[in-house]
């Protein structure tokens, strides 16, 4: 096994998930739903779809299971420290669609139907 830097991460580039379960003291099926509950995790899949954790993934995995398990945070919670802490937890709350005209999407429609006959001919 690659040495390891004073945090305890082995010093490689990629973690495979048993690997980074085995650092993180945890099952593999608790990444996996971290993986759900954090959108700042972007795992790399192989071919074969396999999980390739890379250093700052663990680094933020650490960070994770420290703020669950040793300052008892929610999931809820954890998400609003990590934004507090830099990480990018995902987009911004979807904006509601705007109201639509139907009248002016179907003469939007009749417009393009006559321009598409007129570029047939």
């Given at each position: ?77 954890a ?35 006559e ?7």
């Open positions: 096994m690659a040495p390891a830097d004073p945090s305890g991460i082995p010093d490689k580039p990629y973690f495979k998930i048993g690997e980074v379960a085995r650092l993180c003291a945890v099952k593999p099926y608790v990444l996996r739903y971290w993986e759900t509950e954090f959108r700042s995790l972007r795992l790399q899949k192989t071919r074969s779809q396999q999980r390739l954790y890379r250093r700052k993934d663990v680094d933020l995995l650490l960070k994770i299971r420290h703020l669950l398990y040793t300052e008892r945070f929610t999931i809820e919670g998400r609003a420290r990590l934004r507090e802490l830099g990480h990018d937890e995902g987009a911004p709350p979807p904006v509601p669609p705007p109201d639509i005209n139907v009248e002016m999407l179907k003469k939007l429609k009749q417009g393009l139907v321009l598409h006959s007129m570029v047939e001919d």
